[in-house]
């Protein structure tokens, strides 16, 4: 596989026009296209991340077949017919997991997101509306551990990087099961855990992207060891 070079302009110019014309017939014309600006580069971009996580987080790992987000959108319980989606991401994920992640597939434990689209693009990582079980198990851990969480996504770095944990879809009281004033009440609101920051343009651009992404996933990796910990799901020092 090529490495990875940037995204070229064209990616975004082929993302505002699927935004325009979401429909089969379009996106069969200009399929080269999409090839070509997208899913290649995005599977050579996955490739080199997946060589820096080796050294940061061998446990969490990247695949330009399993890593990709499929273009196509599950339209089956939507108002929304649209047959595309107008970004593309990649998921990168505990080989003890496997590569589900939210509700589009089978829990996949806590890993690190790329996404890119022409209203802007982000990076980040934690768990997204992880299935009943496993969230449990988090809100058990924090019930038993808050202050080693807070220590984490609470620290001046991670602040920094990151601001504070997207409150999306966060209960307005606390879970069943928990009281009212349980020194974890805000976190155990949370029904996802997730992070991120923006990037420009112009990373998304060049040719060091990855190693933009792997400094973004080393400084959340204590975040992500720390919610996967509460999953059973162990770090490791190798591959």
């Not at 969490?60 to 017919?81: C, L, Q, T």
């Not at 992640?101 to 934690?126: D, I, N, Q």
Request: net charge positive; charged share 25%; hydrophobic share 40%.
């Amino acid at each position: 596989m090529d490495s990875f070079r940037g995204f070229s302009p064209k990616a975004m110019t082929f993302l505002r026009g699927l935004s325009k014309n979401n429909r089969k017939e379009w996106f069969e014309e200009h399929r080269s296209d999409y090839e070509q600006q997208l899913k290649l580069p995005l599977q050579s971009l996955i490739e080199e991340v997946d060589v820096h996580l080796a050294r940061i987080a061998p446990e969490i790992i990247g695949s330009p077949k399993k890593s990709s987000f499929r273009i196509h959108r599950d339209v089956r319980f939507s108002k929304d017919k649209s047959p595309y989606k107008t970004h593309i991401a990649c998921w990168f994920f505990h080989r003890d997991a496997g590569h589900g992640v939210g509700g589009e597939a089978a829990h996949g434990g806590a890993g690190f997101y790329f996404h890119m689209a022409p209203a802007g693009s982000f990076c980040g990582g934690g768990i997204w509306m992880p299935p009943r079980p496993a969230l449990n198990k988090i809100r058990e851990s924090l019930a038993d551990d808050s202050e080693g969480f807070e220590d984490i996504v609470l620290s001046r770095g991670f602040k920094k990087r990151f601001g504070a944990l997207d409150p999306e879809a966060m209960l307005t009281r606390t879970p069943r099961g928990f009281d009212a004033d349980h020194k974890a009440a805000a976190l155990l609101r949370y029904q996802s855990f997730t992070a991120g920051c923006a990037v420009s343009n112009d990373e998304v651009q060049s040719a060091k992207l990855s190693l933009l992404l792997a400094k973004h996933y080393a400084a959340m990796l204590p975040m992500i060891r720390w919610l996967n910990a509460a999953l059973g799901l162990k770090p490791s020092s190798m591959r």
